[in-house]
């Protein structure tokens, strides 16, 4: 069964303004993290942000924030004021107990910034 | 700077071929993973290793084998290349086993074509 779903295959948003993208999550444990990596088109995996389940805050760091609604089981990515170097594919991902604390991604988003 | 770097960025190879792909890092981490990334899939966990001497199979183990002789390097080995082994293939490491807050560093790919 998918974990992690991101129902957005591509997305082309304007430049300086707001971006969410979307994900859902599938887990019956109670501890875990998600996460959110960046791909640009070098290759490269670049950690952005980290959200547990218990922290009672979302997490922010820079432009990027993370909307956590645990009941919905959805840890979407916001981007403030994009930019574009924020081109490129973003990837959202889980670490639990029952997947012996692995990593479970989901399928990206591809993110276009247009000027 | 610690960090983890992947060899060769790009190899072309023949059907039936063994071959290594080298991953290499200088954090210290006991954890280290391979990914194999195909479009429409995210990441896919190949093998997994949480110390010298240990490795695990991940979800698309069938073809590969890694191997653990000492903390920075995890080898990943195709012991007869196949058509369907053509991926980016992604080295990481991680701090904590049993954790589920650390994130992943990740090398920066190999492009593996099997013709």
């Known amino acids: 069964a998918q974990k992690i779903t991101q129902t957005q295959p591509g997305m082309f948003v304007q430049e300086k303004e707001a971006v969410t993208l979307d994900c859902t999550y599938d887990t019956s444990d109670q501890s875990y993290g998600l996460f959110w990596y960046k791909q640009p088109s070098s290759g490269e995996m670049i950690f952005l942000i980290y959200q547990g389940s218990y922290d009672e805050q979302n997490a922010t760091e820079g432009r990027y924030s993370l909307n956590f609604q645990k009941a919905r089981k959805s840890a979407n990515l916001v981007i403030s004021a994009s930019q574009l170097g924020d081109s490129a594919m973003y990837f959202c991902?889980?670490?639990?107990?029952?997947?012996?604390?692995?990593?479970?991604w989901g399928a990206g988003t591809k993110l276009i910034i247009k000027p | 700077d610690a960090e983890i770097t992947q060899s060769p960025r790009h190899k072309i190879t023949e059907t039936g071929r063994q071959v290594t792909l080298a991953c290499h890092q200088t954090w210290n981490h006991n954890n280290m993973f391979w990914y194999r990334q195909d479009l429409g899939h995210g990441l896919r966990l190949i093998h997994y290793s949480y110390g010298v001497q240990d490795t695990n199979k991940g979800e698309v183990s069938d073809g590969y084998s890694v191997s653990r002789s000492n903390t920075e390097d995890l080898p990943l080995t195709l012991e007869s290349a196949a058509s369907s082994q053509t991926s980016v293939y992604f080295c990481?490491?991680?701090?904590?086993?049993?954790?589920?807050?650390?994130?992943?560093?990740f090398g920066q790919g190999t492009r593996l074509t099997v013709v």
């Open positions: 990481a490491s991680s701090e904590i086993q049993g954790a589920w807050n650390t994130e992943a560093f």
């Open positions: 991902a889980m670490r639990q107990e029952d997947s012996n604390y692995q990593l479970i």
